[in-house]
């Protein structure tokens, strides 16, 4: 199977918040913040701290929020060039290929240790930091991208 495309900016930082929510220490920090925000709150309700604490817990929030929402994805979405290339991509039953203008690359399926679909694409897992986005509207029909779903879920541990 072979597939053709370029990036949409939007559903890559879709695919970035996605990303950056998904890893383990992010979602405990957000839990944690969130219930520091909720006893910060019902103690400033039952009067036992003061309207600082309170203010300080939201304000951490919301910077946690914004920086996990839209600064990090921005950041990492201009810093790479990558995501303003058209691609290439092969996929075969021994290896999968991805080239753009510059040069080609063919890995062995062994190569990514896992992978995670969104709505909008499948990113394929090098490590836990190295991964690379593949555009599910690159696919020519819904059947290819259950063929594509079916060849990740065979050839790469989940």
Do not use: C
């Amino acid at each position: 199977m072979t597939i053709n495309f370029s990036y949409n900016k939007k559903q890559v930082l879709q695919a970035l918040r996605y990303h950056f929510l998904s890893r383990r220490e992010i979602r405990l920090m957000i839990i944690l913040v969130n219930v520091f925000a909720f006893v910060a709150a019902t103690l400033f309700y039952l009067k036992q701290v003061t309207p600082l604490a309170f203010l300080v817990s939201s304000l951490l929030w919301i910077v946690l929020m914004i920086t996990f929402w839209f600064l990090l994805p921005g950041a990492v979405y201009r810093r790479a060039s990558t995501f303003r290339d058209h691609f290439t991509m092969r996929f075969t039953e021994e290896q999968f290929s991805l080239g753009n203008e510059r040069g080609s690359r063919a890995w062995p399926w062994n190569a990514l240790k896992t992978f995670m679909e969104t709505p909008n694409f499948f990113h394929l897992y090098f490590d836990s930091r190295s991964f690379f986005l593949v555009p599910k509207d690159s696919f020519a029909s819904r059947d290819e991208v259950s063929e594509m779903r079916q060849l990740l879920k065979n050839k790469v541990a989940a």
